[in-house]
């Protein structure tokens, strides 16, 4: 067994482009960008499940998108025809709950509820990437410091839990749900980002370790794209097409 | 066997005040208002279990609430002495992970998941109450009709599932995670969350349903102290104090 091959990089459907029909297959509406469908993807991997990615032009949605969520977002997970699960984490763990192999929470369930802690942590993390992306007029001294506290706040877990992996020698929820922000700000080339190797070499260690897991590596952005993405969302003229081939 | 005694209306702790020693009880960490505290009390209360509460004055914190929450916010759920678990979901689902009995969550994973995303759905409920109360300049259009639609998404589910409560014959998660909104909603005299008798008469009856039952009814403000907070919230001029007996 191993993770199943599947094809990210369809087309992303835009306005007039119709629903593809149901194959039997679980689905995932998706943006080839998006951190957070990215979490369902990951925990897809994990599991080794078969699905199919459908991606989807968040600019010009298509008509249908509403019918699979009702928050008209990505990422949405379709288990039987019109049955729609939204939201990342909720996806995630109803994931869990329906395909118990491989199992990403922690059995104990102080353990557990740690891990969503420390997702709920990381909202720093996200802000400040977004703010350099979007809004770097907006960061200040606070959005810097939150930062570094998150980055402190996982550290400091993963030391106290002294596994390779915060959820053991295997990647599993608080690593998964992490890693979109890690694989961007990795990649971004800007101080404000910048993890200090001097304070947080166990935190870079391990985001190293994280892009070689199976589950993460098979999904990781080329670094062409991430360019492009990184470049042209900047300036507001991100379009999704730019990355298909 | 019934819903235990508590005392919830001990004196708010501030600075300098000392950390009480620990009991052996369950322990919350709580402001007698903060609606995310109030979940976790709605979940120790459909439980029966018993647990002890620790209010704090959330404008001058202890100096210990710290390492009781890593976020120095209320709730924190103390488990047992310096173990604590804390953002209000996530006590609660460790409660339902931890104390299975009267479960919370449906059996199946899809209603499962979809408990969580009718919490996520009311999001937009939470931003007008928070307007209206302190900054009622930003209200527009785009923040009323979120909250119709919110509105709108939960009596769906509610006629969709055809039950008393979101969960059947009794409450259960999304009920009690919803309540804290409604239960201020329904004692603020202010047009703009003001529920439409003509489009939600079955929320509007579900709501009042919710309002009897035990676990909720028992942790009710009185008219009293909401009266209270509303009128010097909006002013920013409550002080926690005022509400203490």
Chains 1, 2 share one sequence.
Request: charged share 25%; hydrophobic share 40%.
């Amino acid at each position: 067994m191993g993770i199943v091959e599947v094809n990210f990089n369809t087309k992303h459907l835009t306005i007039g482009d119709p629903l593809p029909p149901w194959n039997g297959k679980l689905r995932v509406y998706n943006m080839r960008l998006c951190p957070f469908a990215q979490r369902t993807i990951l925990a897809l991997n994990a599991k080794q499940l078969d699905y199919e990615v459908i991606n989807i032009d968040l600019t010009d949605k298509p008509e249908w998108l509403t019918s699979k969520s009702a928050f008209g977002k990505v990422p949405a997970l379709e288990i039987e025809e019109g049955v729609c699960i939204y939201e990342s984490l909720v996806t995630v763990e109803y994931l869990e709950d329906a395909f118990p192999q491989r199992p990403l929470f922690p059995q104990d369930p102080v353990k557990k509820a740690f891990d969503k802690i420390i997702v709920e942590a990381s909202g720093p993390i996200l802000t400040l990437y977004f703010k350099v992306m979007r809004f770097p007029d907006t960061i200040n001294d606070e959005t810097i410091s939150a930062y570094a506290k998150a980055l402190a706040f996982i550290q400091d877990q993963l030391r106290d839990r002294g596994t390779t992996f915060l959820d053991g020698s295997e990647p599993g929820y608080a690593d998964y749900m992490l890693w979109p922000w890690f694989e961007r700000i990795r990649k971004l080339d800007d101080e404000a980002v910048k993890i200090d190797p001097s304070k947080f070499s166990l935190l870079l260690e391990y985001i190293e370790n994280m892009a070689k897991d199976p589950a993460v590596s098979v999904y990781l952005l080329p670094d062409r794209i991430l360019e492009i993405f990184h470049r042209d969302y900047k300036t507001g003229t991100f379009k999704v097409q730019s990355i298909e081939d």
